[in-house]
């Protein structure tokens, strides 16, 4: 009580399998659609694009830093300060303790040029979820001669006084009394800490 058609293709073919195990299709090839979605990726290996570094950086303007809402904490006693771009930039532009202006300290970032040539910017990009987003935060130095872009250095030195310090007119600048290479930190796309021996 099968019938006659039972165990047959489809299209007619014989009923080589009885079980149903051969749908009318070859499993053995990739569908198309998968090549399709594979394309894309296979176009990245060939055409990465290039890291993030000085060339995005010198081509936007360093990021709104938020503004801190609570205060600040007291500094800590450390000399030279390890301090990241943008807690610099948030005490010279907001701590109206001005306890930055009086104090050295040290910070990491890779060498960005500045242009007409006062100076270069130690800079940090910061990626929060992807390149797309990615955003930079800088601090202008001044005092010593530019290493070559894209070089990673740990900087120290004292606020470059311009306009009011702990308001939005003061100066995101430093004067430099020492700059030294420094390896690329794991956490490149973020803004940390220097690593200081």
């Known amino acids: 009580g099968l019938g006659p058609g039972y165990g047959r293709r489809a299209d007619g073919g014989g009923g080589e399998d009885v079980h149903g195990h051969d749908h009318g299709h070859d499993h053995s090839r990739v569908p198309r659609v998968a090549w399709l979605l594979f394309l894309p990726v296979l176009s990245l290996l060939f055409y990465a694009p290039p890291a993030l570094g000085s ?30 771009l943008t807690d610099f930039t948030q005490r010279v532009q907001q701590d109206r ?20 040539g006062n100076g270069w ?21 001044h005092g010593a001669a530019a290493p070559k872009a894209d070089t990673w250095v740990n900087v120290t030195g004292t606020w470059h006084p311009g306009g009011t310090l702990g308001t939005a007119s003061a100066a995101v600048a430093l004067d430099a009394r020492s700059v030294a290479k420094a390896p690329q930190p794991s956490n490149a796309y973020m803004d940390a800490l220097p690593l200081t021996s």
Do not use: H, N, Q, W
């Open 121 to 141: 910017y130690l800079t940090r990009i910061i990626v929060s979820c992807c390149a797309a987003d990615a955003s930079s935060v800088k601090v202008l130095v």
């Open 55 to 84: 060339y995005t950086a010198s081509r936007e303007p360093a990021r709104a830093v938020a503004v801190e809402e609570d205060g600040f904490d007291p500094l800590p006693a450390t000399s030279p300060l390890p301090i990241t």
């Open 97 to 116: 303790s001005r306890a930055v202006g009086k104090r050295t300290v040290v910070m990491t970032g890779f060498v960005t040029p500045a242009p007409g």
